[in-house]
């Protein structure tokens, strides 16, 4: 029995680069179900956008999968299998970070919507523009049939991450992935796409990976959080526990750092230090160098293991890290 | 503050040539940024906000002369830097630096951190004894010194941001123009660069220009903060009295948009949203520029545009219907 939409199981990722080996993802776990909300959330460089490049197929050189497996309805997932093509663009679709490297400068933003819609749906040019008109609408850019016409240079930088969600959802999939879908759109704009989205899982199941910075959305949107950090899931839990209770130090630490609007501190709180380099990460906890709770005993391997509803990869999992921290 | 402000935008329009599709190829331009006008004061955050498409970068690279003016005056350190061309406009872009969002396209891949760090000593003529400085400057943002031998995809979003600061420290400027320095980037490291753009601030008196969404992020770093709705800016004020006792219902609006990082709370919230798609600047509603949004619209504001008048001596905001 699997009801499961997506499972990954301790996926691998490495990077052959001339300073040596980048290990990007350290075996990496994680699923989803049908009309399920996933947030990923961690530390800028700790995998993020690499696990959902490796989802859709896209770790090309000097990447490779070296380990794990990912299956799409019970069945492996790998972008060379000729079923993959219908999955990966069709059911699978994904919002990418960064609008102005996945958009096709040379290609007006009307032709490039208009193609997804025609490739996996089959419509005619002309359906297919006045599908693209009604989907600019749907997230809310104004004058959708001028700016069918326009160049990508030519938009803001939030029009551009909003005609990469209006690509996103084009085909009705059922699974969207969104690596910081709104980063660059201004707070009422970021409110009216995320109800887009809750619409969307209630009206066709779907299913959304969401990777963010923003803690106020995830707390908002998600129905599970999976927190990284180089290279790993350290915690995973259901959204309350994760706000309420969250029970790895890096997560205690990433939760402590949310500045509030209301509040206003003389310096914002962070956690010093840096994560440790991918190239020789250590064997042992890769957050120990900068754990306030850290310890001789963290030094050994640290797994994902259940602990209370969720799991956490810490020996002192529970326990309040930052407690004496200022 | 009685000094002289730094940069002083008085009027400023900007327009920028569509690219039409269609069957009449007639050239359009469309009128991004209207009526702008601002003070920046040595020492001092300006923070500019808004909806998205409303026209933050358009001024940030106009401040920058990086677009052609259409209108209105740009004056910085006294002087008038509208038309500046040639070679005085080379050596004003070495007193004014940019950092960008996105730490990922906006530093060369094939150069060395050294070199990305020195190149605009290099421009300017000052490669002499760059080593050094470069040395002293990736300490200052709290980089190894061996930093300096690697290439850019060896760091993470934060470090990387740290180097693009490094490079617009490098020439020692006045002001900084931040175009969402720091969106790309996880909480605590975000608060790492807050806190280090604060610093450097306090240590070299610069002037930030700081262009972001996260308004709490906003709130901290800048002493006074310009709200911007299609092309104009609809309130300006010292940053605790926008979060405080905002004027305009877009800036409301915006406020209590503003998702809280607790489930409970943000799910049971009632938020003004302001419904309705953004402005098509192309073709901009008559009147005021929100009514279509606006909850408080009255006749009036469909007919006539608000201008940007004092509502307390150092508040300003343009709308009808809210007098102070
Ligand atoms: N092409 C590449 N070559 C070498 N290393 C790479 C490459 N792509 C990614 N990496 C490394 O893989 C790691 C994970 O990167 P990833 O982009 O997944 O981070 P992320 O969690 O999405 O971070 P952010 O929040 O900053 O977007 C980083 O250390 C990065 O330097
Ligand atoms: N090169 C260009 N050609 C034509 N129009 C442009 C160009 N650059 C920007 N625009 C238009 O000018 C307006 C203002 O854009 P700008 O990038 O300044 O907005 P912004 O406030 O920075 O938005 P965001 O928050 O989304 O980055 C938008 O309507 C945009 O489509
Ligand atoms: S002028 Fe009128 S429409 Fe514009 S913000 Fe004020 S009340 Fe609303
Ligand atoms: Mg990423
Ligand atoms: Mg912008």
């Known amino acids: 029995m699997n009801s499961f939409l997506l499972q990954i199981n301790n996926l691998e990722v490495n990077f052959d680069t001339r300073a040596g080996t980048v290990q990007a993802l350290r075996g990496v776990s994680l699923s989803i179900a049908p009309g399920e909300t996933l947030a990923i959330v961690g530390e800028s460089g700790s995998g993020k956008s690499v696990t959902a490049q490796a989802i859709m197929g896209l770790i090309d050189v000097p990447g490779r999968i070296s380990g794990g497996d990912i299956l799409w309805e019970g069945q492996p997932l790998t972008a060379a299998k000729v079923g993959a093509r219908h999955i990966l663009g069709k059911e699978v679709t994904m919002v990418f970070q960064n609008p102005m490297t996945s958009l096709n400068p040379l290609m007006t933003v009307g032709a490039q919507i208009s193609e997804v819609i025609e490739l996996h749906l089959g419509f005619s040019r002309q359906a297919a523009r006045k599908r693209a008109v009604e989907l600019l609408s749907l997230v809310g850019i104004s004058g959708p049939e001028r700016r069918l016409n326009q160049y990508p240079h030519e938009l803001s930088g939030g029009m551009r991450q909003r005609v990469m969600i209006a690509m996103g959802i084009a085909c009705e999939p059922k699974l969207l992935i969104a690596d910081e879908p709104t980063t660059a759109l201004d707070v009422t704009i970021q409110a009216q796409i995320l109800e887009l989205l809750a619409e969307l899982r209630e009206t066709i199941g779907l299913a959304i990976i969401l990777i963010t910075h923003d803690l106020g959305i995830v707390a908002g949107l998600c129905d599970r959080v999976a927190v990284m950090y180089a290279g790993q899931i350290v915690e995973t839990g259901s959204v309350y526990d994760i706000f309420e209770s969250p029970s790895h130090p890096y997560t205690q630490g990433l939760i402590r750092s949310t500045p509030q609007l209301d509040v206003k501190d003389e310096r914002l709180v962070s956690i010093s230090g840096t994560p440790p380099g991918l190239l020789d990460p250590p064997s042992g906890c890769a957050f120990l160098p900068r754990c306030p709770a850290g310890d001789g005993g963290c030094d050994k391997p640290q797994s994902l293991k259940a602990f209370g509803a969720g799991a956490v990869a810490c020996c002192k999992a529970g326990i309040d890290a930052w407690k004496e921290a200022v | ?324």
């Open chain 2, 1 to 324: 503050m009685m000094q002289a402000p730094i940069l002083s935008v008085s009027g400023l329009a900007i327009d920028y040539e569509l690219s039409s599709g269609g069957l009449f190829r007639k050239r359009r331009t469309l009128n991004a940024v209207n009526d702008v006008s601002f003070d920046l004061f040595p020492g001092e955050t300006l923070g500019l906000v808004g909806e998205s498409g409303s026209g933050k970068t358009t001024v940030g690279r106009a401040v920058l002369r990086r677009l052609g003016v259409a209108q209105g005056k740009i004056i910085f350190d006294g002087k008038d830097i509208t038309h500046l061309r040639g070679e005085e406009l080379r050596r004003l872009r070495s007193r004014m630096q940019i950092v960008l969002q996105d730490p990922y396209t906006s530093l060369n891949p094939r150069m060395k951190v050294r070199d990305i760090v020195a190149e605009p000593l290099r421009v300017h003529g000052l490669a002499e004894g760059s080593e050094m400085v470069v040395a002293e400057l990736l300490e200052r943002v709290g980089l190894s010194r061996d930093a300096a031998d690697r290439y850019p995809h060896s760091f993470s979003g934060g470090q990387r941001q740290r180097i693009g600061i490094a490079r617009a420290l490098a020439l020692k400027p006045s002001l900084i123009v931040a175009d969402e320095p720091v969106s790309a980037l996880d909480v605590s490291v975000r608060a790492q660069v807050v806190n280090l753009l604060q610093d450097l601030q306090r240590d070299f008196g610069l002037s930030y220009l700081f262009i972001a969404h996260d308004l709490a992020v906003v709130r901290h770093i800048s002493h006074r903060v310009a709200i911007m709705y299609a092309g104009r800016i609809v309130e300006i004020a010292p940053s605790e009295e926008i979060y405080n006792r905002p004027i305009h219902p877009y800036t409301e609006s915006l406020l209590s948009a503003v998702p809280v990082a607790n489930p409970k709370i943000q799910r049971a919230r009632q938020r003004i949203i302001a419904p309705g798609e953004s402005v098509d600047i192309a073709d901009p509603p008559k009147g005021c520029r929100f009514h279509p949004r606006c909850a408080l619209a009255t006749q009036r504001c469909r007919e006539e545009e608000p201008p940007l008048l004092h509502k307390t001596p150092d508040h300003s905001a343009a709308c009808w219907n809210r007098p102070a």
